[in-house]
């Protein structure tokens, strides 16, 4: 068991029967863990391969990997406004 969990084999002469448990069961939640991700990982595989198989067919990647808005400096804030302002402004200008 110790081996197979991906320790040392002369590390395990050294454990005491209390570090020994608490080593193997910190190993077992991992295993748990693993496995609970590979299972989300394949039911989420095939969920995008039915959407696949949808009239709409399957989003853009971007949909799908939503990362949270940067958060940006007041200066930058400020950068943007002029920016969209600008653009805002130019489709209303009369030639």
């Known amino acids: 068991m110790w081996v197979e969990a991906g320790y040392d084999p002369d590390a395990f002469w050294q454990q005491t029967p209390r570090s020994f448990q608490l080593v193997m069961r910190a190993v077992r939640k991992r295993f748990k863990a693993e496995a609970e991700e590979r299972i989300s990982q394949a ?30 400096s007041p200066r930058e804030m400020l950068a943007n406004m002029k920016m969209l302002a600008g653009q805002a402004n130019s489709k209303f200008e009369v030639n």
């Open 43 to 72: 039911w989420q595989t095939a969920a995008f391969t039915g959407a696949t198989q949808s009239k709409s067919g399957l989003k853009p990647l971007n949909h799908y990997l939503r990362r949270p808005p940067q958060k940006m």
